[in-house]
């Protein structure tokens, strides 16, 4: 038998072991998984040097004038409730600034046997003010829910995303 018990702090338990319950899950995607689109993308994968012997930065960049994309696909997981989703934006600058930069993204998911040739959902915003020297790595804030385009989502679907710099937006 197994018996669940709260250790006091409402996390379940099976003897000393905490058993891991539902909720936010994190997914890593580096630059290195996405690739410029074919209509209006970003640069090309690029390795930068920060300084002989420290860390190379992998890095897509994207222009201060233009819109330019990047996209990515990934599986869900299979305990992946088929609800929205938010997205962070980690990334840096080579200069030092203290304006603006404006990240969106929009997905969609695709069953099998469903065509990819679908429409990605509305995009959400993530407006993260600069502060900072050059190479700093910045952190955007938690965009909004994203709704994902497609049909109905499902564990297991693969899912295509788009992330831009909304260089249109005045702000940025």
């Given amino acids: 038998d197994i018996t669940l018990t709260p250790n006091g702090t409402g996390v379940a338990q099976v ?3 905490v058993i891991k319950t539902a909720g936010t899950e994190d997914m890593w995607v580096p630059a290195t998984a996405m690739s410029p689109t074919a209509t209006a993308g970003c640069a090309d994968i690029e390795s930068i040097e920060t300084s002989a012997g420290r860390p190379d930065m992998r890095v897509l960049d994207f222009d201060a004038s233009t819109q330019e ?3 990515y696909s990934v599986a869900m997981p299979k305990s992946w409730n088929g609800s929205t989703i938010t997205a962070e934006f980690y990334w840096t600058t ?4 203290t304006d603006a930069c404006i ?4 997905g969609l998911t695709v069953s099998n046997d469903e065509t990819i040739d ?3 959902g509305t995009a959400q ?3 993260d003010n600069v ?3 050059a190479e700093e790595v910045l952190i955007s804030p938690t965009t909004n829910a994203v709704t994902l385009g497609g049909g109905t989502p499902a564990a297991g679907d693969l899912a295509f995303f788009q992330v831009y710099r909304d260089a249109d937006d005045g702000s940025d």
Avoid at 94 to 97: R, S
Avoid at 103 to 106: A, H, N, S, Y
Wanted: glycine share 14%; no cysteine.
């Fill in 15 to 17: 003897g000393s072991a």
């Fill in 118 to 120: 679908q429409d990605f």
């Fill in 125 to 127: 915003l993530a407006t």
């Fill in 103 to 106: 990240w969106g993204i929009q």
């Fill in 131 to 133: 502060i900072s020297g």
């Fill in 69 to 71: 994309y990047a996209q």
């Fill in 94 to 97: 080579t200069a030092t600034d």
